[in-house]
C-alpha cells in the first residue's frame, strides 16, 4: 500500500472535519493547514527510475490518493485533470479515494470516465446520520465501479439499510476519532452498523477505536498506538465471502431466515435469548452471522441432524435436540453437547416461547417447533414443497405419515409453517397433501422415476405439490 498526495492543505466543510488530523499535525509544526498546495509528490504515479520504470510500485498495487486533503475539494480543481490523467496511465494499480466532498464527483470527474474505471475506488464518508443521508444518495448515482462507505470519525448511531439495501456498496469502515479532543465513540453504534452490514451481506471494517471509547456505558482512553489492536479484539469485522452462498433476510424485527444456496436456518429473538435453528450447509460462520444480527445470548436448536443441516454447529458447545437424533447427529460429524428436548418441552426466549413436537419420519429425532407467539410452525425437512428425502437407514415413511397425522392437534394454533428447503413460507394445506402422497407410495398406488441421489439409486415420486425420494 501506498500513500500519494498529490496537494496538501484543506478546507473544514462537516461536523466530521471538528479535529481533523492534517490540521492538528500541521498545527504541531507552525503550518496553517488550510492553505492548499499542490506537493512535490504530484506526478509520483508516473516518475520513472534510469530503467525507464515506474518508481510507484507498491507490493499490493493499492494507492490511497489524497490522505492529506480532500480529492475533490474545489482549490485544487485547476489539478485534478492532471491527476485523472496519471489515473488512467496507471491501469496496474488500484487507486483509492476517500472524499467527504461526493456531491462534486459528476462536475470534477474525467471526460472520459463512462461508467466508471475499474481500478478506481470511490469512498464517501459519512460521520453522522445527516452526511450518511446527504452524500450516500450521491455516491449511489454516480458512475462509479467500486464504492465503499466510512464512518470515521463515527459521531453517532447511523443507519444506512436503505443505501446497503441497494447491493452497491462494497464495504463500510467505521471508527473512533483520535487526538487530545477526540469526541466519543460508542461501541453500540459500531455494533448497530455491523448488523446492518451483516443484514444485507456486506462487508464490514472496524478500523479503530479512537481515543475515547464508551463500551457498556464505561468510558476508556485509549492511547493512539493501541486503537486499532483494540477493535480487532473486540472481533467485529465481517467478510461475506466466506459465506458467499449465504443471503440473509429478515422477516420481523425478531426473526431472520438465513438462505444458504439449497437450504436455510433461522434466527429467531426473544426478550432475553435468541435461538439459531439449525446451521446450514455451506456456512460454518452461521453463529456470527446471528451474532451480527442480535447482541442476545445465542442457543441452538437442531430440527435433526443431515448434514446439510449443522455445517455451523461447530461453534456451540451444546444443542437442543431430541435425543433419538443423537446417532445420525454423531454419524454426520456433529460433536455439540445434546441437551435433549422432548414433545411438550418448551424453550423460553423471553415473552417467545418455543413448543417442541416430535415429528420422526425423515429422521428418528426430526423435531416441529410451533412458535405460539408469532403462529408459525418450523418444520425441518418434514414439511416442505421440495423433494422429501425418504431413503435411507434412518427414514420410515410409517412413522413419518403418524407424525404428520398427529400434528392435526395443533391445527388452528399456526398460520404458516417455515420449512427448511422449497418454497418460504408454506401453508398448514400442505400437511393433509403430504399424507396423502406418502400412503400412495406406502401402498403402492403412486409411480416413481429412478434417479441417482449422491450414487443412490432412488425413485423420486413427484407430485404437483411436493416430492419424495424413497428407497
Ligand atoms: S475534508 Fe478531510 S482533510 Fe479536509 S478538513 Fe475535512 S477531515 Fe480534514
Not at 493499492?62 to 496511465?89: H, N
Not at 475499474?118 to 460521520?127: L, M, N, R, W
Not at 455516491?139 to 453517532?156: Q, T, W
Not at 404428520?404 to 408454506?426: A, C, N, Q, R
Amino acid at each position: 500500500m501506498a500513500i500519494w498526495n498529490p496537494w496538501h492543505g484543506c478546507t473544514k466543510l462537516s461536523p466530521g472535519c471538528a479535529n481533523c488530523y492534517v490540521y492538528r499535525r500541521d498545527e504541531s509544526i507552525g503550518k496553517d493547514a488550510s492553505v492548499v498546495t499542490k506537493t512535490g509528490d504530484y506526478d509520483l504515479p508516473v516518475k520513472k527510475n534510469r530503467k525507464g520504470e515506474y518508481k510507484l510500485t507498491p507490493a499490493d498495487g493499492t494507492v490511497y490518493a489524497c490522505m492529506t486533503s480532500d480529492f475533490f475539494l474545489d482549490i485544487a480543481d485547476e489539478w485534478r485533470q492532471g491527476v485523472w490523467d496519471m489515473i488512467r496511465e496507471r491501469r496496474d494499480l488500484n487507486f483509492f479515494i476517500i472524499t467527504k466532498r461526493i456531491d462534486r464527483f459528476e462536475e470534477c470527474k474525467p471526460a472520459d470516465w463512462g461508467d466508471g474505471w475499474d481500478h478506481v475506488a470511490i469512498c464517501s464518508t459519512c460521520e453522522n446520520q445527516d452526511r450518511a443521508d446527504y452524500r450516500i444518495p450521491f455516491l449511489l448515482n454516480a458512475p462509479i465501479k467500486h464504492r465503499f462507505v466510512a464512518s470515521e470519525p463515527m459521531l453517532e448511531e447511523i443507519h444506512i439499510e436503505k443505501y446497503l439495501e441497494t447491493g452497491l456498496i462494497e464495504k463500510v469502515v467505521c471508527g473512533g476519532e483520535s487526538g487530545s479532543k477526540a469526541r466519543p465513540c460508542d461501541f453500540e453504534w459500531i455494533r448497530e452498523m455491523r448488523k446492518q452490514c451483516v443484514e444485507y451481506n456486506v462487508e464490514f471494517f472496524f478500523k479503530q477505536t479512537g481515543a475515547v471509547f464508551i463500551k457498556d456505558g464505561k468510558t476508556y482512553h485509549i492511547e493512539r498506538k493501541y486503537q486499532g489492536s483494540q477493535a480487532r479484539k473486540a472481533k467485529m469485522d465481517y467478510i461475506p465471502g466466506g459465506v458467499k452462498m449465504a443471503e440473509v433476510i429478515k422477516i420481523n424485527d425478531k426473526t431472520w431466515r438465513i438462505e444458504d444456496g439449497m437450504v436455510r436456518f433461522l434466527l429467531f429473538c426473544g426478550d432475553e435469548k435468541a435461538a439459531l435453528i439449525d446451521t446450514g450447509m455451506n456456512v460454518p460462520e452461521a453463529r456470527s452471522i446471528a451474532e451480527g444480527l442480535t447482541d442476545l445470548p445465542i442457543i441452538l436448536i437442531n430440527t435433526h441432524a443431515d448434514r446439510d443441516h449443522i455445517s455451523g454447529n461447530a461453534a456451540f458447545d451444546e444443542v437442543y435436540m431430541s435425543p433419538a437424533e443423537e446417532e445420525n447427529y454423531r454419524e454426520a460429524g456433529g460433536s455439540a453437547k445434546l441437551i435433549p428436548v422432548r414433545e411438550g418441552d418448551v424453550i423460553e426466549l423471553g415473552d417467545r416461547p418455543l413448543r417442541i413436537i416430535d415429528n420422526p419420519g425423515h429422521t428418528p429425532g426430526s423435531i416441529a417447533i410451533l412458535d405460539e407467539k408469532y403462529r408459525v410452525l418450523i418444520s425441518g425437512d418434514s414439511i416442505q414443497d421440495g423433494n422429501i428425502f425418504m431413503f435411507g437407514k434412518f427414514r420410515n415413511i410409517d412413522v413419518y405419515i403418524e407424525s404428520l397425522k398427529k400434528l392435526s392437534k395443533w391445527d388452528g394454533t399456526y398460520d404458516e409453517i417455515y420449512p427448511m428447503h422449497g418454497t418460504f413460507p408454506v401453508k398448514p394445506e400442505l400437511i393433509p397433501k403430504l399424507i396423502e402422497g406418502a400412503e400412495q407410495i406406502r401402498d403402492g398406488k403412486a409411480t416413481g422415476q429412478p434417479v441417482d441421489m449422491f450414487g443412490n439409486p432412488v425413485n423420486l415420486y413427484k407430485f404437483d405439490y411436493a416430492g419424495f425420494l424413497c428407497d
